[in-house]
Structures are given as C-alpha cells and as structure tokens.
C-alpha cells in the first residue's frame, strides 16, 4: 500500500517518541491504574479476536487435509468427475471451469471498476445528485447478498434481454457485478491515496489531466488496485449460490468451453460431493476444497507478485 | 470401516456394470444403423435423482463419446421450472409432475411422459439407542402436521415401548421433492409441516449427523442415506394401517411399504426425443436403470414397472 503519511519508524524516531513520552509523563504524572489495565487489556482482546479467527480457520484447513489426504493424487487434478468410480474420480472440469469463469471476471472487473473509480474521483462533482446517488449505491450495493445477484444474472444475463444462455460467460458477467464494487472502492481508496503533490505537481509542469492520470496516478496506485483486484477474485472463486442460479450445473465429465455448452464450477462440485450419502464423496470433497485452496493460492500470488513489481514508496 | 458394503457393492456392480454396457453398446450400435451419435443433452431437476442420471450418463458417453451430457441439480421444481422452458432437454423428479407445472408445460409446448427409473424409500430415521421400532402414519402426522405442539415422544398418542425424550426433528429443505413428498403422504397436503425443525436444506448428511447426536431425534429422507449408515442411526417400521412395515429392498418393491415407498421419475421432452442422442440415452437409461440404481445406493424397479417405463418411451417416441 501506499504510504504517504506514516513514515516507516527507525531507530532514532522510536528513541524521539520514548524521550517526549518520558518528558509529558515527568510533567503530567503517570497515567491512571485503569489507563494501564486498559492499554493491556486492549491488545490481548485484539489477539484474542485473532486467535478465534485463526482457529475456525486452521481447523477447517486440518479438518479438509486429513479427510482428502488419501485422495490427494493426479486422479483429482486430471480426471473427469466420476458417479460409478468415486475412487479415481476428479475435479478436471471443475478446476477449467473456474479458472475459465474467473478469466472472464478479471477482463470484465479491471476495466469497469478502474474505470468507475477514476471517473468518482478525478472527474466527478460530488455537487450533483447522480453522482452522489451513484456512490451511495455502489456502497449499497456492496453488501446485497449474493443470491440476488444470481437472480438478477437468471434474468437479465441467461434470459432476457441478453439471453446468452446457462453458459461459462453468463457466470462471468454475473460475479463481476457481484464483486465489482469491492474493485471499485479499493481502487478508489487506492487513487486518494496518491498524494496530492504528486498530481499538482504533474499538472503544474503543464501536463493535461489524461497525462498525469495516466503517467502519474494510475502506476503510482496500481498496487491498490491490485489488492482490490485479489479480494475480488478470492470472493468470487468460492460463489456457489449464484452459481447454482444461472445453470452451473453439477456433472460434466467433459472439458467445458467458455461461450458454449454445459459447465460446473469448484464450488459447485464440491457442494454436491458433499452431500451424498457415500464416504467416499464426502472424502472427495473434502480434497476438492483443498484443489480449490490451491487454484487460489496460485491466482493471488500472481497478483501479489505484480503488485510488488508497482509497488513505489515516496 | 462402516461403508465397506457400498465399496462392496460398487466394486461387484461396476464390474458387471461395465461388461453388460459394452454387450448392451455393441448391440445398440448395430440398432442405431452404426452412425455416430454426437449433441448435448441437458439433465436438470432433482438432486435425489441426480446421482441415477449421472451414473446411466456416465456409461453412456463411455461408449458415444460424441454425446455430451450434462447433470444439474436445481431440485425437482425448480428442474420442471427450467424444463417447462425449454432449456433442458430431460428433467429429474422425485415426485410426479405437478398440475401447476403441466400447466406451464403445455403453454410453451412441451410435452413429456412420466418415466420411472427406480425406487426409493422415504425412511424415518431415529437415535440407536431409540426403543421405539414402530411408528403409524397417525403418530407421524401428529409430531409433523403444522401447527404440532409435541415437545417430547411422550406426548405421541399410543407409542410403544414408553420413551422420554425430548423431540428433536429434523427434515430437509422446502424445495426437495422428498419434503413435497412426505408432507403429501403423512400431512395430507403438500407443503404443510410444522416450521419449529431443524431444516437441513439439501444437505441430508445433516440429519444423520443431527439423529445420531441425539437421543430424542428424528430424521426423514431418502433410503440410500439410511443404507449408508445403519451403523449410525436406526429405521422405524411404518404402519400405514396394516401392520408394522420395515423398508427394505422387498417391501418397496411389492408396494407393502406404505405410504412412503416412492418411485423416482425422469421426465424427457417429447421435441428432445425427436433427436436420435437422446432417444437413445433414454432407452439405454431404463435398459440400464436396474444396475446404475444399485450401484447409486437405490432401490431397482420391478419387472412390471420396467415395462410400464419402456410403454412410456413408446408413447414419447411414436
């Protein structure tokens, strides 16, 4: 992230601090017994918190790498999935399916939610009531549960007026504007944060406002961007309500192709493993989550490998 | 180790499975004219059913490899909602069609024939420890009719032996067929069910897990989940007014398991079975429908039942 206004704490600033704190205490007197409990308190409720998160988390992670350990072999990665031979059934279609739907959600989401965010912050006049409506809305919008969107995709995108049909690219369409507005406040975030000076600066050396966008304050707040960009993707990747709404379906043993045919998703696999009265799924699935952790993982370290490249401190 | 018997099952059945599809396949191709079947077919509907589609789908593409059939698991309305539209070819249900449903059928043009393509057997799933073996229709329907206040299996009216225990219900989602067929059966109108349960959704492992955790529980939901873990939770016998009825593969099968023995439908649009992929996967699906049901943990259609699905074909495809 951008640092503008924290300054990274060396030795001497952090000898300052003690020496001025050391100065108010001499002058003022000690801080309350109670002042004190709390400044201990308060971190330990804090780790506390973190702990609990920490362990549903770990013991989720555990629970999923002991009971799919067994099945934790090519099969899982290459193989078709399988109704008669469980024991060699895998997650190929699965795994093509949503790396093939999260493609489709970067294309679409980069484009619009940068976009969106530049025209909020660098060109709109938070005078006017759209604009103000629009903000609003897009903050709303953030927080509607994902099955409305599922509907709305069975509505507009499948049916409707863009009537595309249960296809790969209809799923797309959908879990961008599910997370699209993570993308667009992120970048948002992302573009205040550029210092002004750098901006001004930019202009006062007589660029036009396209040039110091785009040479200025786009590079300098990519790597916010792409921190938005990461919470987007690891959101949608794990969507199976929506899903299951516009027609990912839950069986298919051939590879599937991004603006035709049937398709199914990890999330979506998984759940139907899941529920079956056989061990043997149960313990399919449970290696599923463990294959669907890892295309994550691969897709976010990319983008985090990127926004390192960006990153620039001023 | 408590599942070694549907390893068992699966490792016998597949097997011979696989062998009879290849001699079924070799004979069918000749039927066929020896032309290569390619097109999509498009399964949706009920997740009960789901699994039968899956594995007939799965030997048939083994030998058509050009077909390429999907599954999807959208429930048994919401699979008649898609169907009615036209946007799949075969629809799974796990109960018959509604009129509501047929009406909807008919305004778009699509018209289907009911075929059966095994049997299940809603089992009433209580505690181990549970001295209860018996249970009629009239009690059943006085722990779940809505607006049922029973707290404790001491209050059912009649139930023998004595058992004090605190109820503890559980039962799947509103959208299965297997809640649309229970409520008919045992409350006498679809839909109708006390709300104050523990509602698993789809996901009936929640109810063996809930049952096997609790000493008052009870559980309903399809006989392959009982099958699967009779190490775990206990079968009432049901009395639908002549005699105690325990589910098992024989009582399903000659009707005496009432009222909760059920049959489990695949509903094909009769314009889909103008294509020759899906006429044949239809056939081939009730020509198989005995050995997948096995080996998906079901439970086989008789010989009549068979020839009533196959009378079904005829009539689509004519």
Known sequence: MVTNEKTPRTGRTRLAVAGARAGSVSVFGKSSPGERAGSVLFPAVLLLALTLALTGLASLLVWSFVKGYPRLDANLIFNAPSTLFPATAGFRPAILGTLYIIAGVIVLIVPLGVGAAIYLEEYANRERWYNRLIELNIQNLAGVPSIVFGILGLAFIVRGPLDLGFIAASASITLALLVLPTVILAAREAIRAVPPSIREGSLALGATQWQTLSRQVLPASTPGILTGVILAISRAIGEAAPLLMIGAVTFVMFDPSFFSGGYTALPVQIYNYAVRPQEEFRNLAAAGIIVMLAVLLLMNSFAVWLRNRYEQRW | ?318
């Open chain 2, 1 to 318: 180790m408590h599942n070694w018997r549907s390893k068992a099952i699966i490792t016998v059945a597949v097997p011979v499975l696989a062998i009879t599809a290849a001699a079924c396949g070799e004979s069918g191709g000749t039927e066929g004219g020896g032309q290569e079947l390619s097109g999509n077919i498009l399964i949706d509907g009920s997740s009960t059913v789901a699994p039968l589609s899956e594995g007939a789908a799965e030997l048939f593409m083994g030998q058509n490899p050009g077909v390429k059939i999907t599954v999807g698991t959208a429930g048994t309305g919401g699979g008649f909602e898609k169907f009615c539209n036209g946007e799949t070819d075969i629809s799974d249900a796990s109960r018959p069609i509604e009129a509501e449903e047929t009406k909807l059928c008919d305004k778009n043009g699509v018209k289907t024939e009911q075929i059966a393509v095994a049997n299940d057997a809603l089992t009433v799933m209580v505690h181990k420890d549970n001295p209860v073996d018996c249970i009629t229709t009239e009690q059943l329907k006085q722990i779940w009719e809505p607006g049922s206040k029973l707290k404790s299996w001491s209050e059912i009216d009649g139930l023998k032996p004595a058992y004090d225990e605190k109820l503890e219900l559980y039962g799947p989602g509103t959208d299965s067929g297997t809640f649309d067929y229970f409520t008919e059966a045992i409350n006498g109108e679809e839909g109708a069910q006390r709300t104050d349960y523990n509602n698993i959704g789809e996901n009936d492992n929640a109810g063996i897990t809930g049952v096997s955790g609790s000493k008052g529980g009870m559980f309903y939901g399809g006989y392959s989940y009982y099958a699967e873990n009779k190490d775990k939770v206990k079968a009432l016998e049901i009395d639908g007014g002549n005699g105690c009825v325990e589910p098992t593969i024989e009582t399903v099968q000659d009707g005496s398991y009432k009222p909760l023995g059920r049959e489990l439908y695949i509903y094909p649009a009769e314009k889909s079975m103008e294509r020759p992929e899906v006429k044949s996967f239809v056939q081939f699906y009730v020509d198989n429908a005995n050995k997948v049901a096995e080996a998906a943990g079901f439970i086989s259609l008789t010989g009549q039942q068979l020839s009533e699905s196959k009378d079904a074909i005829a009539k689509l495809t004519s």
